[in-house]
């Protein structure tokens, strides 16, 4: 077992990684002390996979467990999602000694947890994730959020899990489009933070060369968050860095109306078409782009894409790093040296 800490103070938090923890979640939640209900929130893809197991083991625990499922996508990451969440957490007869699992990937994810954090003013969650992206990153830091129609995550709030249970083995079950999903957000990891692991990818270069040490590749991304987090819970300053090739992406999602391209995907297209940008500005040393175009292709991800460059940054005059006409823009000066560049929308000119 590997655990981490995220370290806030009365926020503070275990981030446990280890194989076979999905039957072991519900012991692990009860040695926090935490006893009591436990309503779990999954999805269509996850329930017939995982939602017997882990509530079996919230059961064994000694939780009375609850349940309920959404439609497995993006789309489900709406406001109106919000209705339906809170109609199953009243049913439940969910009180503010309760607890939320959200069991999945980002969407149920932050939808569960904007959900419990706004449900009769906040209920105490923790973080089951169960694909690779989520894993990496949408578990940990405390971002919970749902979409709206003028862009991505523009519904939300800070609140952090009670703990964060992480099984590698649940990735066994992605599709290879699944998995490749989570890939961009640990290439991310390796561009802004992590020489290393980038050259570590590169030389697996393929889901199967790397799938077994993805428990250590798992550990190292939340461990770069961990710290990221620690000095900026708020996202005021470093933690910005995260979002590194998801200006470009969120707007690029927005354009397709959350269909048709998926996050991981359109956060590939972004790092490469913001890094061309930053060479040509002298602003990245030449070659970044062409090194992280091919290591996503390596593991599944084209970095391309048809929709039209001037209609998609029409939608970054909405993203969340636009403050008063000025937009912090995710650069990396090389590999593994993220840095943030105010700027503005004429960056993208």
Request: neutral net charge; charged residues 25%; aromatic residues 8%.
């Amino acid at each position: 077992m590997a655990v981490l800490t995220v370290g806030l103070g009365d926020r503070s938090y275990d981030i446990t990684v280890e194989r076979g923890s999905l039957a072991a979640a519900g012991d692990i939640v009860a040695r926090l002390g935490r006893r009591g209900r436990a309503f779990i929130l999954t999805d269509s893809n996850v329930a017939p996979l995982w939602l017997g197991k882990v509530a079996g083991s919230f059961k064994a625990a000694g939780f009375d467990v609850s349940s309920g499922s959404l439609p497995a996508g993006e789309k489900t990451k709406a406001f109106g999602s919000l209705m339906t969440v809170y109609s199953m957490f009243a049913d439940a007869g969910l009180t503010r000694s309760d607890l939320v699992v959200t069991l999945g990937g980002g969407v149920i994810g932050d939808l569960g947890g904007f959900a419990a954090a706004t449900y009769l003013r906040g209920l105490d969650y923790v973080q089951i994730p169960t694909t690779l992206l989520a894993q990496v990153d949408s578990s940990v830091g405390g971002k919970v959020a749902v979409d709206l129609p003028w862009g991505k995550n523009l519904s939300g709030a800070f609140w952090q899990p009670k703990a964060v249970v992480i099984d590698p083995d649940a990735l066994d079950t992605l599709s290879d489009e699944y998995f490749s999903d989570g890939m961009a957000e640990v290439i991310k990891y390796g561009c802004i933070r992590d020489a290393e692991l980038f050259g570590a990818l590169e030389s697996a270069g393929s889901r199967a060369a790397l799938s077994e040490s993805i428990g250590d590749v798992v550990y190292r991304c939340c461990d770069i968050k961990r710290a990221v987090v620690e000095r900026d819970e708020r996202d005021t300053g470093e933690r910005m860095l995260l979002n590194f090739g998801h200006t470009y992406g969120h707007a690029l999602e927005r354009y397709y109306d959350y269909e048709k391209i998926s996050h991981g995907a359109a956060v590939a297209v972004g790092m490469r078409v913001v890094c061309g940008i930053a060479e040509k500005k002298g602003l990245t040393e030449k070659g970044c782009a062409d090194r992280i175009t091919a290591l996503c292709r390596s593991y599944g991800l084209s970095c391309e894409d048809k929709a039209p460059y001037g209609e998609v940054i029409k939608g970054i005059s909405s993203d969340k790093k636009n403050l008063g006409g000025k937009l912090n823009v995710v650069l990396i000066r090389s590999v593994g040296d993220g840095y943030i560049y105010p700027t503005d929308r004429r960056f993208w000119q």
